[in-house]
């Protein structure tokens, strides 16, 4: 909105000549996003708190659990306000990169909000097949646009391999369907500690900021032999944002946690990032600093496949976290712990960009 109104002046007031850096305004988007979340923050605390709006916690829960009673849940509402806010600020509007990243956030987020909404008021959430059959519908609508309206290169980019570039024609959109729905739900079973999921999530963000910005830019992709996708390097701003808002999220969502964010924060933040990721490009990138997300997701796999087979537990409690709780540690140890392997993962990802 802010370049749309003000760069055309960039003639008479010079200084608007900024706005038509990315950098610039990812920057302000980020800070942006940040401002809306501690000043919406504390107000919606109190808000839920009045809705009774607070998380029934599952009797299977490691003890120290049970204290989490009642912490107000849908807080990703808080995240998904700045996001868009911030977003529609601070991005050129007439990018479709941008309303499709918002569109399947805001379809995801939406879903959470049923979800979460159901589990507060009835005590059960939509059924696990129900929910993965939107999700899949959500993904597929994503998929489509890409195909029909954004001409989408179904060539799959693979890390330290330059010349290998498969077409996968229109398996990709099988491809797109997997990596949305699993990023979403693997962000959402990481979500079970204060502060474990939204930090991995900024991290991320963080580092398809710096992906996209590259991709978008031909130089770059050309000097970095990565794929260039015009306009993509808008998406650094939405970027930006996830990561403003996720650092004004933690302040209230840190150890010990005043505000879940629900299922409406988990799996946008999830469909959000792996969206991103495929526009970029660069899906095998995010399932690398996403490398929390994976592992977390693959311990309830192996957990319920080895369980299922051989009456045998792999971890103590899947997922992993809850592993480590039963090991006695205790919850800040173990969310720092994964905030430090998420930026070793996400330096790593950075340099298969140049590794090729
Ligand atoms: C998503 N939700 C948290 C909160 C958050 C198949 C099975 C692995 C599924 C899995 C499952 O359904 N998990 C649900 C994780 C829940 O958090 C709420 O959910 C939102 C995110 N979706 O925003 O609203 C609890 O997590 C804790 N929490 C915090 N701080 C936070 O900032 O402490 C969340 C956010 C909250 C709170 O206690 O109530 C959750 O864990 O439910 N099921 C499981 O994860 C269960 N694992 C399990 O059954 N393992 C089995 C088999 C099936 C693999 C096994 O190991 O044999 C665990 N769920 C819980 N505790 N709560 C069991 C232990």
């Known amino acids: 909105m802010i370049y749309h109104l003000l760069y055309p002046l960039h003639t008479t007031y010079s200084a608007f000549n900024v706005l038509k850096y990315i950098s610039f305004r990812s920057i302000s988007a980020t800070l942006t996003a940040l401002l809306i979340t501690f000043i919406l923050g504390p107000w919606l605390i109190r808000k ?9 916690v599952r009797e299977e829960v490691p003890e120290r659990h049970r204290a989490k009673e009642g912490t107000p849940t849908m807080g990703g509402s808080l995240i998904i306000i700045a996001v868009v806010g911030s977003t529609m600020l601070w991005s050129i509007l007439t990018n479709p990169y941008v309303w499709l990243v918002l569109f399947v956030t805001l379809a995801y987020s939406f879903l ?7 589990k507060v008021k009835k005590g059960k959430g939509i059924a ?28 799959l980019t693979l890390p330290f391999v330059k010349n290998i570039r498969p077409d996968l024609g229109l398996f990709y959109i099988l491809l797109i369907v997997f990596i949305l729905v699993g990023t979403s739900n693997a962000v959402n079973l990481t979500d079970g500690l ?12 963080g580092t398809l900021a710096l992906v996209t910005y590259l991709a978008g830019n031909s130089q770059f992709a050309h000097y970095l032999q990565i794929p260039y996708t015009s306009g993509c390097g808008e998406l650094s701003i939405f970027c930006g944002t996830i990561v403003g808002a996720g650092l004004g999220f933690l302040w209230f969502n840190t150890y010990p946690a005043q505000i879940f964010m629900g299922d409406i924060g988990s799996l946008s933040l999830g469909g ?5 990721a495929v526009i ?6 995010l399932a690398i600093v996403g490398g929390i997300f994976v592992i977390e997701a ?9 369980y299922q ?33 998420t930026i070793i993962l996400s330096l790593l990802a950075i340099s298969t960009l140049k590794l090729r």
């Open 272 to 276: 959000a990032l792996a969206t991103v």
């Open 280 to 285: 970029a490009k660069h899906e095998v990138l």
């Open 194 to 205: 204060d502060g474990l999921a939204i930090g991995p999530v900024m991290i991320s963000a």
């Open 298 to 306: 693959l311990s309830v796999i192996i957990q319920v496949a080895v």
């Open 112 to 118: 959470g909000f049923v979800d979460d909404y159901r």
């Open 48 to 56: 839920l708190k009045e809705l009774q709006l607070g998380q029934r």
């Open 309 to 341: 087979t051989k009456k045998k537990r792999v971890f103590k409690m899947a997922p992993i976290h809850h592993h480590f709780e039963l090991k006695g540690w205790v919850e800040p140890k173990i969310i720092v712990r994964f905030w430090i392997v």
């Open 128 to 155: 696990g097949k129900t929910k993965l059959f939107y999700q899949t519908i959500i993904a597929l609508a994503g998929a489509a646009v890409l195909f029909i309206f954004l001409d989408f290169n179904t060539h």
